[in-house]
């Protein structure tokens, strides 16, 4: 008996067809739900997430303030040994290959066909900036330097025999080859001098050079720089070498300071009779105490070839 009062509570809800059912999900009459939601449902669920999506985007931008106050724009956070760069810099060169092969390291050109235009149009678009006008930019000299906010101008134009108007000697079997010291922020060299010594592994011309150009004045500091053929063969196939403006970048242009329209000290090298038809191995070397050399990792020195046909 007390089996079929139980029954009595079980009610199977109506049977509708799927469309039917369909129809009165989106709306439902009786009980004016829409999708299974009255109105004042909806509108508290929408509610919720509108707060939801609100604070989310407050909290992120409160983060996002919080960052900026802790860095600066213009000046690393990380300098030097901190920072993942290190503070051993890398030396690079110009013209560079074309981008195809990044691997490659080779300025080959045949002098008599036109395709040395290539190299001397990457060293137009690499000296552009040099060319600009920009008024922070002020003459500097040893005991000259810039005052603060200003930088030191790099006069290419007084590059002798390495500027654009003699196609870099490129038409005539004597090219340039621009180098330059990868910038760190506020790194400072630490200089050779007559007094304090020269490196071990320093070529002797350049060691006599250090000694008699510190001597002379002690105040002419620089970065010196050093290119040799790597074999026996390259360094009689390279011939003799000529440094523009001079064997070194000068100390004034140190520390780079990311000051608006900073140029980066340029050492033009020139190949006075390299030996044609041959691939001639360089490496260039910078000298200061705080740069040590590591071929591997690229720092304080630099390779390339050379082939002029
Ligand atoms: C430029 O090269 C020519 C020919 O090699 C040479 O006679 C001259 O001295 C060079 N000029 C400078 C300023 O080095
Ligand atoms: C340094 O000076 C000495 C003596 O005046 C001279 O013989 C030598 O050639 C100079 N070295 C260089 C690299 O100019
Ligand atoms: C040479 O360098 C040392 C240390 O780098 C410095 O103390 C000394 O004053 C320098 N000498 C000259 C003549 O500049």
Redesign the pocket.
């Known amino acids: 008996m007390a089996e079929k009062t139980v029954e009595q509570y079980y009610l199977p809800p109506p049977k509708v067809g799927r469309w039917e059912g369909f129809r009165t999900f989106l709306w439902n009459s009786e009980t004016h739900q829409f999708l299974g939601r009255t109105g004042a449902s909806w509108a508290k669920i929408l509610l919720f997430y509108v707060l939801f999506y609100a604070s989310l985007t407050g909290f992120f931008f409160a983060m996002l303030a919080i960052f900026y106050q802790t860095i600066d724009l213009d000046i690393p956070k990380w300098q030097l040994d901190e920072s993942l760069i290190g503070s051993n810099p890398g030396l690079g060169f110009r013209p560079m290959p074309p981008e195809e092969n990044v691997e490659s390291t080779l300025i080959w050109y045949n002098q008599k066909d036109d395709n040395w235009k290539y190299w001397t149009n990457q060293l137009d678009v690499f000296l552009k900036e040099y060319t600009e006008e920009n008024p922070n930019r002020v003459h500097c000299d040893f005991g000259e330097e810039a005052p603060p906010g200003k930088i030191c101008d790099v006069d290419i134009t007084s590059f002798h025999n390495c500027t654009s108007a003699t196609e870099f000697g490129y038409a005539r079997a004597q090219p340039c080859i621009f180098l330059k010291l990868n910038k760190i922020f506020n790194w400072r060299p630490?200089?050779y001098?007559?007094?304090?010594g020269v490196a071990e592994g320093m070529p002797k011309e350049l060691k006599s050079l250090v000694h008699n150009v510190?001597n002379a004045d002690?105040r002419k500091d620089y970065v010196w720089v050093s290119c040799e053929g790597e074999n026996p063969a390259d360094v009689e196939n390279m011939g003799d070498l000529e440094y523009i403006p001079a064997q070194g970048f000068a100390s004034y242009y140190f520390p780079f300071r990311n000051t608006k329209g900073y140029l980066s000290p340029l050492v033009a090298i020139r190949f006075v009779r390299p030996k044609t038809g041959v691939l001639i191995n360089i490496e260039c070397k910078a000298w200061a105490?705080n740069i040590f050399h590591d071929r591997a990792e690229r720092r304080g020195s630099v390779h390339f070839e050379l082939m002029v046909d």
């Open positions: 630490t200089y001098n007559a007094t304090s510190t002690s105490k």
